[in-house]
T-cell receptor
């Protein structure tokens, strides 16, 4: 399975944008890029996913490099509630046994007031 | 909607005891998953059920069994608990068909084995 590489930790200031990088140089053409986050003492929470094009939703934006070997999760205005571990995960599309999420250690985001 | 509900939230067992962790979802999802998370680590997949009536091993299945009781419920059983199984256990579900649908997670069961 293709793997991802993320920084162990990052810091940001409240109300500033945050760019969380992820490298996935061995990504295959059918791999989707998923981002989940885990707030303290909670289960992971879906943030966003994409295949080739940049994606936006109410929580964040996902910028995918043209060669798909890297991506960036963008939080437009960080709040204290965004302090969490962010996981970048690759997974095959479709249903059944092909769709499994493999969680690495993620990036611990600290948001300073 | 309750989403994914896990019971119990906390449990302490003695080595060798057995226990079943319960998970139920009310979103009419087809696929369900069990993960464990050890301190400072990401989640690791124990077992999953792609659809009602099927179960498959994940990354770390040894020492566990699962039952997909019906479409809503997916239980995880520890037959003879060991200290190495001390962990936080998360259940998740997803619709499971077509374009990737996100997994929805419960709040976890914190299990300590003495």
């Amino acid at each position: 399975d293709a793997k991802t590489t993320q920084p162990n930790s990052m810091e940001s200031n409240e109300e500033e944008p945050v760019h969380l990088p992820c490298n996935h140089s061995t990504i295959s053409g059918t791999d989707y890029i998923h981002w989940y986050r885990q707030l303290p003492s909670q289960g992971p929470e879906y943030v966003i996913h994409g295949l080739t094009s940049n994606v936006n939703n109410r929580m964040a934006s996902l910028a995918i490099a043209e060669d798909r070997k890297s991506s960036t999760l963008i939080l437009h205005r960080a709040t204290l509630r965004d302090a969490a571990v962010y996981y970048c995960i690759l997974s095959k599309g479709g249903g059944g046994s092909n769709y499994k999420l493999t969680f690495g250690k993620g990036t611990l985001l600290t948001v300073n007031p | 909607n309750a989403g994914v509900t896990q019971t119990p939230k906390f449990q302490v067992l003695k080595t060798g005891q057995s226990m079943t962790l319960q998970c139920a979802q009310d979103m009419n999802h087809n696929s369900m998953y069990w993960y464990r998370q050890d301190p400072g680590m990401g989640l690791r997949l124990i077992y999953y059920s792609a659809s009602e009536g099927t179960t498959d091993k994940g990354e770390v299945p040894n020492g566990y069994n699962v039952s997909r009781l019906n479409k809503r419920e997916f239980s995880l059983r520890l037959e003879s608990a060991a200290p190495s199984q001390t962990s936080v256990y998360f259940c998740a579900s997803r619709f499971g068909q077509g374009v990737p649908q996100p997994q929805h997670f419960g709040d976890g069961t914190r299990l300590s084995i003495l």
